[in-house]
């Protein structure tokens, strides 16, 4: 069984552009969730995505933004990139909202 | 609030050596689950065990064991006779009440980088 993918894998943007992460879910689950890990701040909860809807986000900027496609699929978009937002993306899908996390190997986003 | 605490920032050990990596959490949920996730250099997220509240049964998978304490709200992990592979880092997370009330967040503590010296 596949697990999780991520795309790109590293992904490189200057101040002020946008970035946008894509992630394939395992086969079946329903529910997509984005963390963010930069150094020094830990693994924090981004967006929780479950049946196409956003159903929960974290302390982040509007800026942070995504969505979840029929196909359970999501992408997250981060709008005028600082270069703070240099960090590990890391994306998890599960069956339902509860429950283990299943992650995928990251985007490694590098804002210059 | 809703806090993990792994207070060992780094552990080195040789290898065959036990090791236990400690995990602390506050919540005022009565249902919640427990986790521990593997990191290593890779950076992918792997996922070890789940713990629900309501099970204090230790559980033991070859050579990892979980001890699991909800009077010290403690879930601790200990690695048997430590292997090279076994060098990463380790994060202790736990998720919302389970129910309808959850978010679907999972909170980390910082995490323990355990490096096994051959």
């Known amino acids: 069984e596949a697990g999780v993918t991520q795309s790109p894998t590293h992904l490189i943007k200057t101040r002020g552009q946008q970035a946008t992460l894509r992630c394939s879910p395992i086969s079946g689950h329903t529910s997509v969730y984005w963390y963010q890990q930069a150094l020094g701040l830990g693994l924090q909860f981004l967006l929780w995505y479950d049946e196409g809807e956003e159903r929960n986000r974290g302390n982040f900027p509007p800026r942070f933004s995504g969505r979840q496609f029929p196909n359970y699929s999501s992408e997250l978009n981060v709008n005028a990139l600082e270069l703070e937002d240099s960090a590990l993306y890391l994306c998890?899908?599960?069956?339902?909202?509860?429950?283990?996390?299943?992650f995928g190997p990251g985007t490694r986003l590098t804002v210059l | 609030a809703q806090k993990v605490t792994q207070a060992q920032t780094e552990i080195s050990v040789v290898e065959k050596e036990d090791v236990t990596l400690d995990c602390v959490y506050e919540t005022r949920d009565t249902t919640y689950y427990l986790f521990w996730y593997k990191q290593p250099p890779s950076g992918e997220l792997v996922f070890l065990i789940r713990?629900?509240?309501?099970?204090?049964q230790n559980e033991i998978s070859g050579r990892y064991s979980w001890n699991f304490q909800k009077s010290t709200s403690s879930f601790n992990f200990t690695i048997t006779a430590s292997q090279v592979v076994d060098s990463a880092v380790y994060f202790c997370a736990l998720s919302d009440p389970i129910g309808s009330s959850n978010t679907g967040k999972l909170i980390f503590g910082q995490g323990t980088t355990l490096q096994v010296k051959p």
């Open positions: 998890a899908s599960s069956p339902g909202g509860a429950g283990e996390q299943f």
């Open positions: 713990r629900n509240s309501f099970d204090e």
